[in-house]
């Protein structure tokens, strides 16, 4: 089945120590994005990819990073987590608007804890 | 700007009795509207969404909603809730944004059904 995959599903970092979180489709979906997630909230959007064009938003910290090798993997880097990034992250696909297929795929997550 | 508001943070609701969770957007073109389902620990999965077209929509699990121009509502409803139906419940609205779709999600609406 067509899919997007996290890896890992949980991530333990300690204070300061950078993490990187991945994400691959096999949906050949030409937008990937990355949410945050904390408790009892709607998901953030941190930033997204259209294709190889990276697009921030405006409120995302400079801490938060992303590389998008290829069609199908995306990764999420955390330059210097603090206590306030713990979380849950998730990853995303969709056609672009052009496609008229307005939905997006979410991953199952990957859940940060930072100690 | 787009907008989405969710009435009631937390409903509960017995087995078996209607499930209505209340959605609210706002949006200064055509929506394009969604429900979303996350289970604990999990990502987002698509219930059902309203792009054009017919008004009542069916979604997975037995849920539908109403698109309500005249209102501006977009309610989530399901006959006879079951235990399984226990989860967190997120409206959204599409923001066009150059070539993708910026998802507008609720706070969200977390549903508790009790035998």
């Known amino acids: 089945d067509a899919m997007v995959i996290q890896n890992p599903r949980y991530q333990v970092t300690q204070f300061g120590k950078p993490v990187t979180l991945s994400c691959s489709q096999t949906l050949n979906h030409n937008v990937m994005y990355w949410y945050q997630q904390k408790s009892s909230q709607a998901p953030k959007l941190l930033f997204h990819y259209y294709d190889k064009d990276f697009n921030n938003e405006a409120d995302t910290p400079d801490n938060f990073q992303s590389r998008r090798p290829n069609t199908s993997f995306c990764f999420l880097d955390i330059r210097s987590p603090g206590l306030g990034d713990a979380a849950m992250y998730l990853c995303a696909t969709s056609r672009d608007r052009a496609a008229g297929l307005y939905e997006q795929y979410f991953g199952p997550g990957t859940r940060l804890t930072v100690t | 700007a787009q907008s989405v508001t969710q009435l009631g943070s937390h409903v509960s609701v017995s087995e078996g009795a209607l499930v ?56 989530l409803t399901k006959p006879s809730a079951h235990m399984s139906d226990a989860a967190e419940y997120f409206c959204a609205v599409i923001q066009p944004s150059g070539g993708y779709n910026k998802l507008i999600f609720g706070a969200g609406t977390r549903l508790a059904v009790h035998p």
Do not use: M
């Open chain 2, 20 to 75: 209505l969770l209340r959605c609210n957007y706002s949006s200064s073109v055509p929506p394009y509207l969604f429900w979303y389902v996350q289970y604990p620990n999990q990502g987002l999965q698509l219930l059902l969404k309203y792009t054009t077209g017919a008004t009542l929509v069916k979604g997975i699990n037995g849920f539908e909603a109403e698109f309500k121009k005249s209102e501006t509502s977009f309610h």
